[in-house]
């Protein structure tokens, strides 16, 4: 992967680990994250005096050193890791509107898989055999109809669901709160490289050398939920961290759905009270998308299943984003995208080869 300077200088701004709209509030005053980079060495950060914390600004003095940066952007390099801004087209539009909206995201694989159906499943840790033989048969069911699972690397039910995605063979999306270059839990290193190798990705808001310590993990859930067109909880106990997850989803004005599974034991009494209020029930994956109308195409083949979205390039990204809005006219392209007529008519082009969209009659487009 090649990086460009505001790469690096986006990448050493995350260190500082600032709320969300501080980070935009200080954009938005230097335009650049290398602007303000240049201006924060310049001034050995005084710039930022009075508008973090002191400890965030230690961090980023640290951070801004040479060696300290070199060493970053080595680590990246090392594990092909991308980051993206909320301004970049690859950012995920699910994200965008959600409370404290991420501005930065850490990727390792294709993020082109955000683009179709996606669901997010999360459940204990300690899950029972039960549960997790469901959650790896829902997930299993949910990716051969062509559904994305997003859950979030843990033991229990996320490996479960992660799993049972790959099973299907559907790319499956983790989402972590670490650095992506930390293997936690250590025993699911296998499966972080299964996912990418799979066509999957890996997403964190957090630097490499980022450690799991436990404040962050509420903070990634609101992620977890935002990525989803619903979430799914499997099972869980009333005071765990997987109900943080639902609650960003109802903050966020997503659907939930709620696993029974077996009555009067303790892994199933976080679904049961979702259920009394107000959760939809669902017992297997065709309950869920007959709920969501996603049951009115043709269950997809293994194959087909498997075949994740090809990387797209900036023009192409663009256009595919433009078209979640519906059939739009070569015109209508053009004028939203800013592309020239011949760019994108060759893009136009290589998407149709992909079979990612469709040419209709006066020369208007829509999503395959």
């Not at 938005?28 to 050995?44: D, I, N």
């Not at 082109?112 to 899950?127: N, Q, S, Y």
């Not at 009555?263 to 969501?292: M, V, Y």
Request: glycine share 8%; charged share 25%.
């Amino acid at each position: 992967m090649r990086y460009k300077r505001e790469d690096g200088c986006r990448a050493w701004l995350t260190h500082g680990e600032l709320p969300p709209e501080t980070l935009r509030e200080i954009l938005r005053e230097y335009g650049s994250c290398e602007a303000l980079y240049e201006r924060f060495v310049a001034t050995k950060g005084s710039c930022l005096q009075g508008k973090v914390t002191s400890l965030q600004l230690e961090w980023l003095r640290r951070y801004a050193q040479p060696d300290e940066m070199h060493r970053m952007m080595q680590t990246m390099k090392d594990h092909d890791m991308g980051i993206l801004s909320e301004e970049d087209f690859g950012f995920p539009d699910t994200l965008r509107d959600i409370p404290d909206a991420p501005v930065f995201l850490f990727y390792i694989g294709n993020p082109d898989v955000l683009m179709g159906r996606c669901l997010t499943m999360v459940g204990a840790r300690k899950a029972s055999p039960a549960g997790s033989d469901a959650t790896r048969t829902v997930a299993r069911e949910l990716s051969l109809q062509g559904v994305t699972i997003i859950s979030g690397l843990a033991m229990g039910i996320d490996t479960q669901a992660h799993e049972g995605c790959l099973e299907g063979e559907s790319p499956t999306v983790g989402v972590m709160a670490c650095g992506l270059d930390i293997d936690y839990p250590v025993e699911n290193a296998a499966l972080k490289k299964e996912i990418i190798q799979r066509g999957g990705l890996l997403l964190s808001e957090y630097p490499p050398g980022t450690p799991a310590l436990p404040f962050r993990f509420p903070v990634r859930n609101r992620i977890l939920a935002g990525l989803g067109r619903a979430v799914i909880m499997m099972e869980c106990q009333i005071k765990s961290g997987s109900m943080t997850t639902v609650t960003h989803a109802l903050n966020q004005g997503k659907d939930v759905y709620a696993y029974p599974g077996i009555p009067g034991t303790p892994w199933a009494e976080g679904a049961h009270q979702l259920l009394r209020e107000g959760a939809s029930f669902f017992a297997k994956a065709e309950d869920i998308l007959e709920d969501l109308s996603w049951l009115d195409d043709k269950p997809m083949l293994k194959q087909q299943a498997a075949e994740a979205l090809p990387s797209l390039t900036p023009d192409q990204r663009k256009i595919m984003m433009i078209l979640t809005q519906g059939e739009q006219s070569f015109d209508q392209l053009c004028a939203a995208s800013g592309l020239d007529t011949s760019t994108l008519s060759a893009s136009l082009t290589m998407l149709q080869i992909m079979g990612l969209i469709k040419s209709l009659p006066g020369k208007s487009y829509i999503r395959a």
